[in-house]
């Protein structure tokens, strides 16, 4: 009854019998060099199976592209989950009206 998607909770290992947003992808900030870059960070099982993680980015929220950048490698959590980075390619004064978003789907078999 949260409005989360079970696809979505059992991807993000939230868990589907309780009420809780917490574990949804996070919007942040990251400095590189002398540059300011937008981030979107989520937790996903480390051993996925059947799922496709993508990061889409978008200037005007209709037309949406998988250009983001990874930030390092995933962080191990050490409960069988890791948590993911990635950052817009350019930097927040270039594109102020950027958003990034998490597509996650089913692979097809």
Known sequence: GDG???LIEFALELNPNRSDSSGLPSA???MIGEDDYQTI????????????????MSSDLQTW???PVAVGVPSDNGDGTETVTYRDP????QNPRRALRLRISLEND
């Not at 960070?41 to 051993?47: A, D, G, N, V």
């Not at 350019?90 to 004064?93: A, E, K, L, Q, R």
């Open 4 to 6: 989360i998607a079970t």
């Open 28 to 30: 942040d900030r990251i």
């Open 41 to 56: 960070s989520f937790k996903r099982p480390q051993k996925v199976l059947g799922m496709t993680y993508q990061v889409e």
């Open 65 to 67: 592209t998988p250009d």
């Open 90 to 93: 350019d930097p927040i004064g």
